[in-house]
């Protein structure tokens, strides 16, 4: 069993930034894939980007390209999320997830441990 809990959420106004953090436990870490996905109000849950159990791959959604950095620190067993020039589309509730078996993949349904979620609001 792997838990994941996210932090660094919170208020911004627009083009401001944000770090978030996914802190897991267990011995394996190193070895997953990690994800972060977003869900806004009345809107399904969204890839926004992963990166591979090296952390020498990773991908984004277009919508953040060039905006946001995901990376990992194995020693830590930490994912970061680094949010840059954000935008009050980008307010949603953010989530980490660990996929066992799948790199890098976008496909939510390939990821099996999620975290709670923090919610980031990004004012105009």
């Known amino acids: 069993q792997v838990q994941l809990v996210e932090s660094g959420g919170g208020l911004v106004q627009a083009g401001g930034s944000l770090r978030l953090s996914c802190a897991a436990s267990?011995?394996?870490?190193?070895?997953?894939?990690m994800g972060w996905f977003r869900q806004a109000p009345g809107k399904e849950r969204e890839f926004v980007s992963a990166?591979?159990?090296?952390?020498?791959?990773?991908v984004y959604v277009d919508s953040v390209k060039g905006r946001f950095t995901i990376s990992r620190d194995n020693a830590k067993n930490t994912v970061y999320l680094q949010m840059n020039s954000l935008k009050p589309e980008d307010t949603a509730v953010y989530y980490c997830?660990?996929?066992?078996?799948?790199?890098?993949?976008?496909?939510?349904?390939?990821?099996?441990?999620w975290g709670q979620g923090t919610q980031v609001t990004v004012s105009s």
């Open positions: 997830a660990a996929s066992i078996y799948s790199d890098y993949v976008k496909n939510r349904e390939f990821y099996d441990y």
């Open positions: 267990g011995r394996f870490f190193s070895r997953y894939g």
């Open positions: 990166i591979s159990w090296s952390g020498g791959n990773t």
